[in-house]
Nanobody
């Protein structure tokens, strides 16, 4: 079983920053990329960012480009999401995911493994 554990969420004022972490453990899994998704109340889960595991290529949703940065630690099998200039519309539960192929990084259905999520709340 693959276990993904997120941390780093919280309450922050608009314009502030947070850094999310996701640590992977358990059995070996195959994944072109790991990603972050978020889900606001009453809305569908949406893509935020992804990073290719070996090459380090990054992919972002238009809504977070220039504000969020995804990175990974290959040795620790961990991914991070640095979130700057946060806006109230960034509020939601943020999920770490693994198992995507190159062709599926933008869709939740393209991932095989999910963390439990961490709440991010941005106040105006």
């Amino acid at each position: 079983q693959v276990l993904l554990v997120e941390s780093g969420g919280g309450l922050v004022q608009a314009g502030g920053s947070l850094r999310l972490s996701c640590a992977a453990s358990g059995r070996t899994f195959s994944s072109y990329a790991m990603g972050w998704f978020r889900q606001a109340p009453g809305k569908e889960r949406e893509f935020v960012a992804a990073i290719s595991w070996t090459g380090g290529s990054t992919f972002y949703a238009d809504s977070v480009k220039g504000r969020f940065t995804i990175s990974r630690d290959y040795a620790k099998i961990a991914v991070y999401l640095q979130m700057n200039s946060l806006k109230p519309e960034d509020t939601g539960v943020y999920y770490c995911a693994a198992g995507a192929t190159y062709y599926s990084i933008y869709s939740p259905s393209g991932y095989d493994h999910w963390g439990q999520g961490t709440q991010v709340t941005v106040s105006s």
